[in-house]
Structure formats: C-alpha cells, structure tokens
C-alpha cells in the first residue's frame, strides 16, 4: 500500500474510532471502545513510524530517528495536557464529555490538512534509492 494512503487511512480510522466514544454507554461499551482504539493506535503509530523511518536520512538514521520520535513524544504530551485543561474548564457531565470528543475529533481529523505538506511521495522514492 503506497505510504501516502496508509497515512490518510490511519487519520480517517482514527477519526471513526474517536467518534465512536459517542457510543460509550456502560462497560461492554467502554471495553469494546478500549479494545479498538488500542487495535487503532497500533495501526496509526506504525504508519507514523514508517513514515518517520523512511525520511531518516542515510548515516543519521539513529539521531534523526531519535528526533522524530521526541517530536512525536512532545506533541502526545501537549495533546494530553491541553485535554486535561479542556475538561478542567468544561467540568464533568455528558456535555463536557461530548464537547471533548468532538474536540478530538476535529482536532485529529484537520491533521490532514497538513499531510500535503509533507512529501511522502518523494521520501517514499529516496528511500527506495538507499
């Protein structure tokens, strides 16, 4: 599967799967949510990594990998703390809970706004070459 399509199916499952907290209703719910967004953060963190990986340039990879994945750690711990300040200030209660989701949501899904700003096709064909 080219890189660029594995990038945007990653973004779009875990747009669905962010909408599916909506359903969260109970345990069974709250465990089959759980069991798929873990299935889900899988799939997405690989594509990441691939694409991180593939863009590592030749005789740096360990450093530039190791860039990458700092970058990748502080933008998952920016994401947490800013939800944390979200439900701080939306409270507790259905509404905030729904308000936090659909933030997410969008959040994750204007991610593609920037994907053509990378040039995975041109990473892709550089690491092909090496």
């Known amino acids: 599967m ?17 909408l599916a907290y909506l359903a969260y209703r109970g345990e069974t719910s709250a465990l089959f949510i759980h069991i798929i967004w873990g299935i889900t953060g899988m799939i997405t963190t690989l ?8 863009a590592c ?3 740096a990879e360990a450093t530039f990998f190791a860039l990458l994945m700092s970058i990748f750690n502080l933008g998952t711990l920016a994401s947490q ?24 949501t969008l959040a ?18 550089h690491a092909r070459h090496h």
């Open 2 to 18: 080219p890189l660029r399509r594995l990038i945007n199916f990653a973004i779009g499952l875990s747009v669905i799967t962010l």
């Open 47 to 54: 594509a990441f990594l691939d694409l991180a990986a593939r």
């Open 57 to 59: 340039p030749k005789h």
């Open 81 to 104: 703390n800013v939800g944390a300040h979200l439900y701080t200030e939306l409270g507790e209660g259905p509404f905030a809970y729904t308000w936090l989701v659909i933030i997410s």
């Open 108 to 125: 994750t899904a204007a991610i593609w706004l920037l994907v053509p700003l990378v040039h995975i096709e041109r990473i892709e064909s």
